[in-house]
């Protein structure tokens, strides 16, 4: 699910029972606009402590929910304060802007205001360990081809018959590959594959007493191209 707040809603009217999990490439995205917003581009890539910052808060979707304010308390620690306690950022600065930014949207506080996505929504811990997908982009690839095969050269909406005959197609393919999918699974590419066991096996043997370690090798698992 993508983070917009009236299609939650609606989502939550209409199905109201069902489980809601956010994309957590959508979820970085709008963690790298604000970066692009606040004009923090460069500082991303110099590699330096915001850069630590950035990949470490990302990494707080693969943390347990009951365990993510402590992890966020661990981070700020390590690399928002200087040795002798004192923030390294200054009020009003892009970086502390960031970091208000991903507390007020994101994280929320522990008996205060909370977040404006909840943290069990964007939060994938349970997906990783259990070898599920945390994306929407396959959805998202469907979505633009329909798109495609629907559209006309004038811009305009298909007519209704032809929308009909198409979705009518659609989901005889649709049927058919989920009866293939039931005997032979569907393929990652090779590195994806590799990197979702990887996160996998990290989930599955999770310690809250290593969370800090744990929370970074997570965070090596970065890739720019989600964003």
């Given at each position: 699910?993508?983070?917009?707040?009236?299609?939650?809603?609606?989502?939550?009217?209409?199905?109201?029972?069902?489980?809601?999990?956010?994309?957590?490439?959508?979820?970085?995205?709008?963690l790298?606009?604000?970066?692009?917003?606040?004009?923090l581009?460069?500082?991303?890539?110099?590699?330096?402590?915001?850069?630590?910052?950035?990949?470490?808060?990302?990494?707080?979707?693969?943390?347990?929910t009951?365990?993510?304010?402590?992890?966020f308390?661990?981070?700020?620690?390590?690399?928002?304060?200087?040795?002798?306690?004192?923030?390294?950022?200054?009020?009003?600065?892009?970086?502390?802007?960031?970091?208000?930014?991903?507390?007020?949207?994101?994280?929320?506080?522990i008996?205060?205001?909370r977040?404006?996505?909840?943290?069990?929504?964007?939060?994938?811990?349970?997906?990783?360990?259990?070898?599920?997908?945390?994306?929407?982009?396959?959805?998202?690839?469907?979505?633009?081809?329909?798109?495609?095969?629907?559209?006309?050269?004038?811009?305009?909406?298909?007519?209704?018959?032809?929308?009909?005959?198409?979705?009518?197609?659609?989901?005889?393919?649709?049927?058919?590959?989920?009866?293939?999918?039931?005997?032979?699974?569907?393929?990652?590419?090779?590195?994806?594959?590799?990197?979702?066991?990887?996160?996998?096996?990290?989930?599955?043997?999770?310690?809250?007493?290593?969370?800090?370690?744990?929370?970074q090798?997570?965070?090596?698992?970065?890739?720019?191209?989600?964003?």
């Open positions: 699910m993508d983070f917009e707040r009236t299609l939650i809603a609606s989502f939550e009217h209409h199905y109201n029972l069902a489980e809601k999990h956010g994309c957590f490439a959508h979820f970085a995205r709008a790298y606009r604000r970066v692009q917003k606040l004009s581009t460069r500082k991303y890539k110099e590699e330096g402590a915001f850069t630590a910052i950035f990949d470490m808060l990302k990494s707080l979707a693969y943390i347990p009951t365990n993510i304010h402590a992890a308390d661990a981070v700020m620690l390590r690399y928002a304060r200087n040795a002798d306690g004192t923030d390294k950022f200054e009020v009003g600065s892009s970086e502390k802007r960031f970091i208000e930014y991903f507390v007020q949207t994101w994280l929320g506080h008996n205060g205001r977040p404006m996505f909840p943290n069990e929504l964007w939060n994938c811990f349970d997906l990783t360990r259990e070898g599920k997908s945390k994306t929407t982009n396959s959805l998202e690839a469907w979505h633009n081809a329909l798109k495609l095969t629907l559209g006309s050269p004038d811009g305009k909406r298909p007519r209704f018959w032809k929308w009909l005959r198409q979705m009518k197609k659609e989901c005889s393919l649709k049927e058919a590959e989920l009866i293939r999918l039931q005997s032979t699974p569907m393929k990652l590419k090779t590195a994806d594959k590799r990197i979702a066991q990887q996160r996998k096996e990290l989930a599955e043997n999770y310690n809250p007493m290593e969370m800090f370690q744990y929370l090798n997570q965070a090596n698992y970065t890739v720019i191209d989600q964003f």
